[in-house]
Nanobody, 121 residues
């Protein structure tokens, strides 16, 4: 069974940091591009960042530039999203998702169940 499982969400004050992890089971991430997406209450889901199977980065949300970084560890079959200088507008359910192939397509084949991130004072 192919699964993506996110972890690391939680509540943090503005300016704080969180690190989300996405672990794959049932398949290897080596040949997949992995993206992080988020959905805030009352809003459509949007892309945040994506990392290709070769390590190339695609930024979907300009608002995270300079604050969020994405990385992958193929040996551990995981992808991480480091989020610094968090703002209340970053509050959302964060999903990791995978698409087959070298490049980030924005149209994932597999989705995780999501993890809640809340930024509030």
């Amino acid at each position: 069974q192919l699964q993506l499982v996110e972890s690391g969400g939680g509540s943090v004050q503005p300016g704080g940091s969180l690190r989300l992890s996405c672990a794959a089971s049932g398949f290897t991430l080596d040949y997949y591009a992995i993206g992080w997406f988020r959905q805030a209450p009352g809003k459509e889901r949007e892309g945040v960042l994506c990392i290709s199977s070769r390590g190339g980065i695609t930024t979907y949300a300009d608002s995270v530039t300079g604050r969020f970084t994405i990385s992958r560890d193929n040996a551990k079959n995981t992808v991480s999203l480091q989020m610094n200088s968090l703002k209340p507008e970053d509050t959302a359910v964060y999903y990791c998702a995978a698409n087959w192939g070298y490049k980030c397509t924005g149209s994932p084949d597999y989705w995780g169940q999501g993890t809640q991130v809340t930024v509030s004072s």
